[in-house]
């Protein structure tokens, strides 16, 4: 387990329960802390950050429920519910106070890890959408530093992993020289700063209007290459 492994809060007033879900979950590789009622909660986000919550929706005094329509006026931490009660109309209400999904008694450990992995993957992409992006443009083209995606336009152009990183790596240092030896350290590279000569002619084929006379994409005599800017 990593600390950059997913941080759970378990909360049932179930004890058994709670152990067996901290230790199962905690074998699968999350880190995860549990709860025994919803101000046991409270006071664990007080304290932590967490990643989702895997809440009971019956417990005594403050039900899940409440728990997770509170926590909405606050938080978008998601949460998964685990209900005994299999009626629709009680699982919907749990979606319409704000749960990103829910779980009915008796479950499979190995459902609930799933659902938990699911609803870590939709947080993650929304996060992602939702964060500004980072755009290089030059001439035509924009180029995402984060998605690693090279644009002419409304027309995306391939890129190998190669090429992509070895791009990022000169757009991150726009209108500077950086040398062979740094470039030919990029993850996807070969090792070799021929195997950066190699990918650069390539680039200049994909993205220079006329590479033998580059706009983009220069070789500064002696120190490297260079990504200019319009």
Known sequence: MTAEAPHILVVDD???????????????????????????ARERLAGLSFDLIVCDIMMPGESGLELTQSLRRESNVPILLLTAMS???HRIAGLEQGADDYLAKPFEPRELVLRIQNVLRRSRDAQAA?????????????????????????????LTAAEAELLAALAQRAGEAVSREELSQQPSAEGSGRAVDVQITRLRR?????PRFPRYLHTVRGRGYMLRLD
Request: no cysteine.
């Open 130 to 158: 939702a964060a500004p992006r980072r755009l290089l443009r030059f001439g035509p083209h924009a180029f995402d530093l984060d998605r690693r995606e090279l644009k002419r336009g409304q027309e995306e152009i391939r």
């Open 206 to 210: 994909k993205i220079e209007p006329d």
């Open 14 to 40: 179930d004890n058994r329960l709670r152990e067996l879900l901290r230790k199962y979950l905690a074998d699968k590789g999350f880190r995860v802390t549990a709860a025994a009622d919803a101000k046991q």
């Open 87 to 89: 009626e629709a109309q």
